[in-house]
T-cell receptor, first 116, second 113 residues
Framework: NAGVTQTPKFQVLKTGQSMTLQCAQDMNHNSMYWYRQDPGMGLRLIYYSASEGTTDKGEVPNGYNVSRLNKREFSLRLESAAPSQTSVYFC???????????????FGNGTRLTVT | QQQVKQSPQSLIVQKGGIPIINCAYENTAFDYFPWYQQFPGKGPALLIAIRPDVSEKKEGRFTISFNKSAKQFSLHIMDSQPGDSATYFCAASIEGGSYIPTFGRGTSLIVHP
């Protein structure tokens, strides 16, 4: 059981380049999330998707777009990368179909992105 | 506005010590309080969680204490081990409301042998 899988693990971009971070989960969870983690700032929500076909902005959405391709996959796109987007990006999923909204988040192992 | 305030930012203890990490929240509607543990190079993983109908919950060496009137909760690690060295995040969410947890900023714990 792989859980949440993120690709790539590492990436270096030049300012202005674009890229897509991929995320897939095999737990049949309906909700998926993208976070960024920066030193001293904790985990900040970029975008989330409550179900297939829906996406919503989180705390720090500027400069990013997302696609909920199907129930399993949720991708994050940087259209024109900036040095301020250097960070570690985590995808997560949770099972909010269980009748409670307090299902824990299951995280992937992150993508370490550097923008020069 | 930081809805969940976590302290300290970093903590160093000797093996066998009892590190304590504290979190305070503002929104009285929060009713689910999980703690996540993150090892270097890995994503956070659920460690233990509590609801406000109890004041304490233990799982192995990890204990959450909850003070509803003070709007505070804390994580205690009994008999800490070097393998407990990690970053710990507290979080809070509302059952029946948004399913998006609000995270604290994390505590980096180092347990020396």
């Amino acid at each position: 059981n792989a859980g949440v899988t993120q690709t790539p693990k590492f990436q270096v971009l030049k300012t202005g380049q674009s890229m897509t971070l991929q995320c897939a989960q095999d737990m049949n969870h309906n909700s998926m999330y993208w976070y960024r983690q920066d030193p001293g700032m904790g985990l900040r929500l970029i975008y989330y998707s409550a179900s297939e076909g829906t996406t919503d902005k989180g705390e720090v959405p500027n400069g990013y777009n997302v696609s909920r391709l199907n129930k399993r996959e949720f991708s994050l796109r940087l259209e024109s990368a900036a040095p301020s987007q250097t960070s570690v990006y985590f995808c997560a999923s949770s099972d909010t179909d269980r009748g409670t909204n307090n299902s824990p988040l299951h995280f992937g192992n992150g993508t370490r992105l550097t923008v020069t | 506005q930081q809805q969940v305030k976590q302290s300290p930012q970093s903590l160093i203890v000797q093996k066998g010590g009892i590190p304590i990490i504290n979190c305070a929240y503002e929104n009285t509607a929060f009713d689910y309080f999980p703690w996540y543990q993150q090892f270097p190079g890995k994503g956070p993983a659920l460690l233990i969680a509590i609801r406000p109908d109890v004041s304490e919950k233990k799982e192995g060496r990890f204990t959450i204490s909850f003070n509803k009137s003070a709007k505070q909760f804390s994580l205690h690690i009994m008999d800490s081990q070097p393998g407990d060295s990690a970053t710990y995040f507290c979080a809070a969410s509302i059952e029946g409301g948004s399913y998006i947890p609000t995270f604290g900023r994390g505590t980096s714990l180092i347990v020396h042998p």
